[in-house]
């Protein structure tokens, strides 16, 4: 599926009729929570809904990329089910590189500076054998059983990053009730394919500046994509997408974007999470030239994280000081930067909070992070109920305090 958009036109290649319904997550009963397994990649108990999901190009024809035509983003939508999906076979990992159909995909994707960068040998043979999540291809999406539609979660994923390695969160949203966009940011993901070709980083859409530029630009097309899907040009999201009801989310550079995207004060933004952002990119200029301090935000950050090191775990910690009344801290003692992804899925040796790690405040020394589906599980618990009150008026009850004790520092 490719979507070519321009402000004022949408044009959809192919769409397909799909229907949705919507049930909140403080609806089910905390009984009904507890008898539900707990996920190992999540943390949790899975959400009320089936997850789908479907993959679609969107095309900004307002924007010229560096080195070829418009920017085109290869974008991933996770989203409730119709309860048919419980029955239907899961998505395999090959499915988000389109199944192979691109020759030499596949092998491009096993190389060291792609997905086979992140464990040595690491096939992607092995990862649909043992890739975990619970979405279903192209399921048919739920109708939602209010007026007010899906709420709309977009994510931006980190530098040398991936659209798909952050499941625990975006399909786990799903699973509650949300509808979530990640796209891969062409230039600094390690791998994504648009028209027809394997991209990877280098050249021209890599400098520093050019991402910086492009990223932020890029989330702001997606919910300018999701607006004119939601509005009719797509029947499966058709009416069923509140784009009013909107957050955004993103992990290191990821973090960064969406700090960036707030200074524009979209009033369809109700919300922010921010995971371990590198604010000190573009020489900190997102803390001195910060302007909305209106806008809800949670903050997290792992305290060993090495990669933004003291200063950048600092600086997070000042950031989340504003709005006042509105702004959330979540900090994980024994975390770091890749606490807040799915890499262990990829590799249970990552490192960086997950298992064995390089400790931050211990120079010098390693220590043993937080189990990781302990790590996911404090993180949902939280993400969920900060977007529960800011996009669907929730009570925010966890929001008042710090549930897990010795594991987190945690601010309200």
Request: charged share 25%.
């Amino acid at each position: 599926r490719s979507l070519a958009m321009g402000r004022p036109g949408l044009r959809t290649l192919l769409c397909t009729a799909f229907s949705l319904r919507l049930l909140h997550l403080r609806s089910a009963t905390p009984r009904a929570m507890a008898m539900a397994s707990v996920s190992r990649v999540t943390g949790l108990p899975p959400g009320p809904f089936p997850v789908g999901v479907t993959t679609m190009q969107l095309d900004d024809l307002t924007r010229q990329d560096p080195e070829s035509g418009p920017r085109s983003l290869q974008t991933e939508i996770w989203y409730p089910a119709g309860d048919e999906a419980r029955d239907l076979p899961r998505n395999r990992f090959s499915d988000f590189l389109g199944r192979g159909a691109i020759p030499g995909s596949i092998q491009a994707a096993e190389e060291e500076n792609a997905i086979g960068g992140y464990r040595n040998d690491l096939t992607i043979k092995e990862l649909d054998e043992t890739w975990p999540n619970e979405a279903v291809r192209d399921a048919r999406i739920r109708d939602p059983d209010t007026k007010t539609g899906w709420p709309l979660v977009i994510f931006s994923h980190g530098s040398g990053a991936y659209r798909a390695s952050y499941i625990f969160f975006t399909e786990f949203l799903a699973s509650q009730g949300f509808v979530v966009m990640a796209c891969d940011h062409p230039g600094s993901a390690r791998y994504t394919q648009v028209n027809g070709r394997v991209v990877k980083p280098g050249g021209a859409r890599s400098e520093r500046p050019q991402m910086e530029a492009d990223r932020p630009k890029d989330v702001m097309f997606l919910l300018d994509a999701m607006s004119k899907l939601a509005g009719g040009q797509d029947s499966r999201f058709a009416g069923r997408v509140n784009v009013n009801l909107t957050a955004l989310t993103g992990m290191s550079f990821g973090g960064w974007t969406t700090a960036a995207c707030l200074e524009e004060s979209d009033p369809r933004v109700k919300a922010a999470i921010m995971m371990c952002p590198s604010l000190m990119s573009a020489g900190g200029r997102l803390i001195k030239e910060r302007r909305n301090v209106e806008t809800p935000i949670m903050m997290m950050i792992g305290s060993e994280d090495y990669v933004l090191g003291a200063e950048g775990v600092e600086a997070c910690r000042q950031f989340s000081l504003k709005p006042e009344g509105s702004s959330f801290l979540l900090e994980i003692k024994l975390g770091g930067h890749c606490s807040f992804t799915s890499c262990e899925l990829y590799n249970a040796a990552y490192g960086n909070g997950i298992g064995e790690s390089k400790s931050l405040t211990k120079q010098g020394s390693t220590y043993q992070a937080l189990d990781i589906s302990k790590q996911h599980e404090i993180i949902n618990s939280y993400g969920l109920a900060f977007l529960d009150k800011y996009l669907r008026a929730g009570d925010g009850s966890l929001l008042k305090e710090n549930r897990f004790d010795d594991h987190v520092i945690y601010r309200c």
